[in-house]
Nanobody
Framework: QVQLVESGGGLVQAGGSLRLSCAAS????????GGWYRQAPGKQRELVAFITSSGITVYGNSVKGRFTISRDNAKNTVYLQMNSLKPEDTAVYYC????????WGQGTQVTVSS
């Protein structure tokens, strides 16, 4: 059974930073595609970033240069370091792992106040 457990969300002022963590069980991040998506109220879920099994990273246009995705293979955890946060980054952030099927975490709320 695959489980993805996110943590690290919260309330932060604009310009601040947060780090999200996604710990996996039942799946190995170093052998699959791991990433983060987000969904703001009234909007579609969008890609934030993903990291491939070989370590290649891809970012959504709105977060390039501000967010960094990384992976700790020993902890089987994917991280999302978010810097220079903006109010428009406010959303529920979801961890995603993808093999032949997509798996999702329960989501963690990130709120950026102006």
């Amino acid at each position: 059974q695959v489980q993805l457990v996110e943590s690290g969300g919260g309330l932060v002022q604009a310009g601040g930073s947060l780090r999200l963590s996604c710990a996996a069980s039942g799946i190995t991040f170093s052998s699959t595609l791991g990433g983060w998506y987000r969904q703001a109220p009234g909007k579609q879920r969008e890609l934030v970033a993903f990291i491939t099994s070989s370590g290649i990273t891809v970012y959504g246009n709105s977060v390039k240069g501000r967010f960094t995705i990384s992976r700790d293979n020993a902890k089987n955890t994917v991280y999302l370091q978010m810097n220079s946060l903006k109010p428009e980054d406010t959303a529920v952030y979801y961890c995603n792992a993808r093999t032949t099927l997509p798996y999702w975490g329960q989501g963690t709320q990130v709120t950026v106040s102006s």
